[in-house]
């Protein structure tokens, strides 16, 4: 499978099939493709539709089957960027749930929950991700541009749970409260934080999309107005 990211801040990866070849994505995310396409729609079992209900993502997925030589485009759902990410086996990723948006077959999708009951509680985004494991590659959407950082072992990173996009299996993931009272009340960054730690790689975005509907919810005219 050969591929190319297109479209700018309105993304789109357009992959290029051999006969024969597949690609899975979520239900609702396919752009265009060439008439050589087949699509086929499965959910992968109670089990595994169940898990895909509780990271958000559609219960079903569709399958792409390329009958002949041809192409067939994924869109991003809204503004941002979409990274490739290379799954190999026993080097499992985890993302941020609604986050895939397109993989090759080997690639396998499942729910991930942050062991710590603090972060299903306070942490909002942290606690019910999603797991790339098994092989091949996958593509995922990115709220704004994306940063790449590689911790050593026991290595920190402090990150607002929103800017969190991803990171490797290795790396432990920890809900920490802001402290001091008036930080809380007047520093506007909320109760909570994201402790990233050491060893692997860690993936961030620059504008999660709850900050964008937050920017932008003043100059929404109300149905009073």
Known sequence: MQYEIVGGAFPVVVCHLVRGEQMKTE????????????????GGGIGKMFGKAISGESMFQNVYTARADGMVAFGSSFPG?????????????????????????????????????????????????????GAGTAFIEVDGGFVEYQLAPRQQLIVDT????????????????VKGAKNIVFGG????????????TVWLQTMPLVGLAAAIAPYIPSGNS
């Open 81 to 133: 960027t979409i990274k490739e990410l290379r799954i190999a086996p026993g080097a499992d990723i985890i993302v941020q749930k609604k986050s895939f948006l397109a993989s090759e077959m080997g690639v396998e999708l499942s729910v991930f929950f942050n062991q710590k009951l603090g972060g299903g509680l306070f942490g909002g985004e942290g606690f019910i991700m999603q797991r790339l494991a």
């Open 189 to 200: 960054e909320g109760l909570f934080n994201t402790v990233l730690t050491g060893p692997g």
């Open 162 to 177: 929103g800017n969190v996009l991803g990171f490797t299996g290795g790396v432990n993931l920890e809900i920490q409260r």
């Open 27 to 42: 239900s609702g995310s396919m752009a265009w493709m060439d008439p050589c396409m087949e699509m086929s729609t499965t």
